[in-house]
């Protein structure tokens, strides 16, 4: 499956649709490629409409279809590969001061996948607790 980049995802790298199968791919900034499972064309649509790719994706993707890990490989060229089915369980969220952030996803295979933006809010708390603490 060939998928095509997303510009200006804080969350989203690429994505593509199989219409034939119904079935999304999504790759994130953080790593990793997911196929997403009887996933109806007109989802696909609002999906690549929509102006906030990640927020459209934690809103009505992730909680209401089912997933598998992808390889790489397959992600850019058409093959056939041995997946192992992965369920996606939840999202990591920081929230502050009326923004909410992703930081990880977590997959009930114990895999935690982070966000480019979480070194960020790490950093920040970090600095955060040190000016406290020097207070």
Same mark, same amino acid.
């Given at each position: 499956?060939?998928?095509?980049?997303?510009?200006?995802?804080?969350?989203?790298?690429?994505?593509?649709?199989?219409?034939?199968?119904?079935?999304?791919?999504?790759?994130?900034?953080?790593?990793?490629? %997911?196929? %997403?499972?009887?996933?109806?064309?007109?989802?696909?649509?609002?999906?690549?409409?929509?102006?906030?790719?990640?927020?459209?994706?934690?809103?009505?993707?992730?909680?209401?279809?089912?997933?598998?890990?992808?390889?790489?490989?397959?992600?850019?060229?058409?093959?056939?590969?041995?997946?192992?089915?992965?369920?996606?369980?939840?999202?990591? %969220?920081?929230?502050?001061?009326?923004?909410?952030?992703?930081?990880?996803?977590?997959?009930?295979?114990?895999?935690?996948?982070? @966000?480019?933006?979480?070194?960020?809010?790490?950093?920040?708390?970090?600095?955060?607790?040190?000016?406290?603490?020097? @207070?």
């Amino acid at each position: 499956m060939r998928l095509e980049k997303v510009d200006g995802s804080t969350v989203i790298d690429a994505y593509g649709y199989d219409d034939k199968n119904k079935q999304l791919y999504v790759r994130f900034l953080s790593g990793g490629t %997911y196929r %997403y499972f009887e996933v109806p064309v007109r989802v696909w649509q609002d999906f690549k409409a929509t102006y906030s790719k990640g927020t459209f994706f934690h809103t009505y993707i992730k909680p209401n279809y089912e997933c598998e890990t992808v390889n790489d490989e397959e992600a850019s060229v058409d093959r056939l590969f041995r997946l192992e089915t992965v369920a996606c369980t939840s999202a990591v %969220y920081f929230d502050r001061d009326g923004r909410t952030t992703p930081v990880a996803v977590i997959w009930t295979n114990g895999d935690i996948i982070l @966000s480019h933006q979480a070194e960020d809010v790490l950093r920040q708390l970090v600095m955060e607790f040190v000016a406290s603490d020097n @207070s």
